[in-house]
């Protein structure tokens, strides 16, 4: 065979992405429809529009943002490899001169399969291709180099070049000289590929210019000139082992680099993911009796916080949120850092339980699901949570950041959602699974392998600027990815969800990643809300007997404390808030009792008896005391003053206090004046006369019109109902399989209608006629009779025009029913919207 002869290519190889697309089987386009959803909005007409929308170059980057590292190496490869390639030139590439090992050949086939499934390659082992857009994506482009550090080939380098510098060039590099450029080109890149040849030039160059070649060979390849170069580069022009592109401005062959690498197009290869390290092991009992406090720990502080907001919550901001000084007051009052109090506001938000009120002063309140979130179990409470907080796309690690407008990103506010957010908690804790039982993950081997499983190249590829081995753009999204990674190690761990950083079992149920019975499931990567309600209920059931149960009991102590060695009964619990204040939390909660604790039990109607009677049910011990003194004393002052409203008046039996009041400097600021022998008047409202007068260290109540004391109780403020945030997606969600079936149906039935041989007319050829009403009407009962399928053309209400490939079962009423091949139903048109209308051909 001559050379200028072409090796004929196989009749059933196919010629376009659509062909090589027509001969996969349904279960392979389902396949590339739910790896890459994008594709399916809308539903393409027939294969050769799906091959068309898979090759935009909005579709193709986002593909290539979801390969693994590997897979990108391999697609980074076939950019840079003849095209068509062969999978010997392809393995060449990959694994260079060695060969590589069985990992490289395994990982390679597996990487070229889900290329070809992703509709990035196509074409048969011995006639690959990169899609186009990928290619010059990936490609070496003279404004910017191949990820893989390689330049352009000596033909697109040495394009435009005088055929006497060719020539000059041939001879330096000792070849024979040739008739025209095109033969130069071919003899140069002949030599640079020949490895026996190309060491033995290597061999005869000066050792500065083989220094220069080292710096050049991993990327980037182009380097700076002056006017009158050094020798030992101009013995590397003369041989064309680097290569003029602009004036100053030289490159080094694209073939030569290759052959410095000894074949190999990445200077690492990362053909399998690096594992996840343990740092250290811990017995599962252990991990999970961790896991378990802290997940009681969270149900206590997103408790304590919305009744922190119960009588109404902070303000909301005119841009929607909380502003830095009610999150600093938020956190103060639950005694924890900003970062991690922000954490918990955003999970009682993501989980509805708290939502703006929506009245003109807007607040934030709790919701009515609040309410019923209380009434569950503790274990089912802890459930919504980690549910809510597993699916959530709000990223509570960026408050307190900024956006892309320099504006504070604030808690409770807009621009929080990251779509990804879902996907790496999920993965992270995927990972943890890998782990043996017990066992806490290193942050970096886990970073390295987030990073290995998903690379980022969006950026860069969407920008056109990818510099040898990253691009700028590719360290934003990077960060923000470890980010998220490192915050979801925390959370979990807030959150119950591991314990000591191991993850637990009720951490693995959550994940549907094990059942009942403990063996080891695989979780789905996208579950349903069935799946995930699932998944929580078995959290739930698992986490149950680790908690524990709520005591009846408490501590008395002689300094005027109370000690909860445990959880306490909800009522238990709810009126010694009252009674006394928090002074300490941990394992054990630690109550102190003052004279404005008792005051406020005094205050919310309780009688001294009452107070006293409480305390003797559930002490352990007996009553101090100092205690009892304490209660009688305060109850003994308790509304001997009364404050009404006048705008205030104080009213009092016993005018020697009055007089000691008024007497008092400290009420200067009352503006008070005797009305009465036992009456005051203020010019004060009665809540301000009231705050100042307990100051002063007296004990008013406060009364209404009638002269009854009157009982505060806090007042429960509620958002009306409000459902939980939706997670917000980047881009289409995952098609489930019902669609994708259905998505399949219809492009196939599209792509026969399009594809159906049509009889051609003298005048049209294969085009569709236009016909009169009268002869569509004839040709459409002709095959009513006949049974035959008819090609038309059709025009919607909205004016759009499309072609079908329709089977008529009944013609009346100006109406055709028909079996429609192209949407795979049984329709009706109206033969007035029927523009034309042939026969298919017979075949």
């Keep these: 065979m001559s050379t200028d002869e072409q090796p004929q290519r196989p009749a059933d190889t196919p010629r376009s992405l659509a062909e090589a697309l027509r001969s996969r089987d349904d279960a392979s386009l389902g396949a590339l429809l739910h790896a890459r959803p994008d594709l399916l909005t809308p539903v393409p007409n027939d294969l050769t529009q799906l091959a068309t929308r898979a090759a935009t170059r909005a579709s193709v980057v986002r593909a290539l943002e979801r390969l693994d590292r590997f897979a990108q190496q391999v697609a980074e490869a076939l950019a840079v490899a003849p095209e068509p390639a062969a999978y010997e030139e392809l393995h060449a590439l990959v694994a260079g001169d060695e060969g590589g090992d069985s990992t490289v050949e395994a990982a390679l086939g597996r990487a070229l399969a889900t290329l070809r499934e992703q509709a990035l390659v196509w074409g048969a082992d011995d006639r690959l291709r990169l899609v186009r857009t990928a290619r010059e994506l990936l490609a070496p482009a003279p404004q910017y180099p191949s990820p893989t550090g390689l330049g352009p080939t000596v033909a697109e380098a040495t394009a435009g070049m005088s055929p006497n510098r060719m020539q000059d060039i041939v001879a330096a590099a000792g070849l024979p000289s ?171 938000y993501a989980a509805g339980l708290v939502a703006s009120d929506g009245e003109a002063d807007e607040r934030y309140a709790a919701t009515p699901a609040f309410d019923d979130w209380q009434e569950l179990p503790p274990a089912e409470r802890w459930s919504v949570l980690a549910t809510a907080w597993l699916t959530a796309t709000r990223t509570a690690g960026l408050i ?5 407008k320099d504006r504070t990103l604030s808690a409770l506010g807009p621009h929080l959602d990251r779509s990804s957010a879902p996907e790496i908690r999920r993965r992270v804790l995927t990972l943890l699974t890998t782990l043996p039982d017990g066992a806490s993950p290193t942050p970096e081997s886990m970073l390295a392998r987030l990073r290995w499983e998903r690379p980022p190249r969006g950026g860069a590829a969407a920008s056109g600027s990818t510099p040898a081995g990253a691009a700028p753009g590719h360290a934003a999204p990077l960060e923000l990815r470890a980010r998220i990674a490192q915050w979801t190690l925390n959370e979990a761990e807030l959150l119950g969800v591991t314990g000591r950083g191991a993850l637990s079992a009720h951490g693995r149920a959550l994940l549907g990643s094990e059942s009942e019975d403990d063996s080891v499931g695989t979780a789905a990567p996208h579950p349903s809300p069935a799946e995930l309600a699932a998944s929580g209920a078995r959290a739930a059931r698992l986490l149950a007997p680790l908690l524990p149960e709520p005591l009846d009991h408490v501590l008395l102590q002689a300094d005027l404390t109370a000690v909860a060695p445990g959880p306490l009964e909800r009522p238990l619990a709810e009126t ?42 559930h002490a352990r011990t007996p009553v101090p005391q100092p205690l009892a003194y304490l209660i009688d004393d305060v109850a003994r ?115 026969l209608a399009s594809t159906m041989p049509r009889k051609a007319t003298p005048e049209k050829g294969d085009a569709l006629p236009r016909t009169t009403a009268a002869e569509t009407l004839a040709t459409m009962q002709a095959a009513v009779l006949t049974g035959e399928a008819v090609w038309i053309g059709y025009v919607n209400a909205e004016g759009s025009a499309s072609q079908r490939v329709i089977a008529p079962i009944r013609v009346e009423g100006g109406f055709v029913t028909a079996y429609d091949h192209t949407a795979d139903e049984v329709k009706t048109y109206p033969l007035h919207r029927v523009t034309g209308v042939a026969e298919l051909a017979d075949d």
């Excluded at 062959?253 to 390290?277: D, T």
């Excluded at 394992?587 to 006293?612: C, E, I, M, N, Q």
């Excluded at 600021?669 to 307990?694: C, H, I, K, N, Y």
């Design 576 to 617: 010694l808030s009252v009674l006394a204040d928090v002074e300490s939390k941990g394992g054990a909660t630690v109550y102190r009792f003052t004279p404005g604790s008792v005051r406020r039990a005094l205050d919310a109607g309780k009688s001294a008896s009452d107070l006293h009677a409480f305390l003797a049910a």
């Design 400 to 404: 307190g950041g900024r956006d892309g």
């Design 178 to 348: 040739t008739h025209d450029a095109v033969s130069a080109v071919r003899s140069l890149t002949e030599l640079f590929t020949d490895r026996t040849r190309m060491s033995a030039l290597l061999d005869e160059a000066p050792a500065e210019s083989v220094e220069v070649l080292s710096r050049l060979v991993w990327g980037p390849p182009y380097g700076q000139v002056t006017a009158d170069p050094a020798r030992h580069l101009r013995w590397l022009l003369d041989r064309g082992l680097l290569l003029p592109t602009a004036p100053g401005t030289v490159v080094l062959p694209r073939e030569a680099a290759l052959h410095l690498r000894a074949g190999r197009a990445h200077r690492v290869l990362e053909p399998a993911p690096p594992a996840v390290e343990a740092l250290r092991e811990h017995r599962p009992q252990a991990v999970d009796a961790a896991a378990a406090s802290q997940a009681y720990m969270a149900l206590d502080t997103v408790e304590e916080l919305l009744k922190d907001w119960d009588e109404g919550g902070p303000t909301v901001l005119r841009a929607g949120g909380l502003s830095v000084r009610d999150l600093k007051r938020t956190a103060v009052a639950l005694d924890l850092p900003e970062p991690v109090a922000a954490f918990w506001v955003e999970l009682a």
């Design 637 to 751: 002052k308790h509304g001997h003053l009364r404050i009404g409203a006048a705008s205030a008046y104080v009213r009092c039996d016993d005018e020697a206090l009055l007089n000691e009041i008024l007497a008092d400097k400290r009420s200067q600021s009352l503006r008070l004046r005797r009305l009465a022998p036992t009456v005051l008047a203020a010019q004060a409202d009665p809540g301000a006369l009231l705050e100042g007068l307990r100051g002063m260290g007296f004990a008013p109540a406060a009364e209404s019109a009638e002269g009854d004391v009157l009982i505060t109780r806090a007042h429960a403020h509620r958002s009306p109902p409000r459902t939980a945030p939706e997670p917000v997606h980047d881009g289409p969600p995952l098609p489930d399989t019902t669609l994708i079936g259905a998505a399949v149906r219809a492009i196939r039935a599209g792509d």
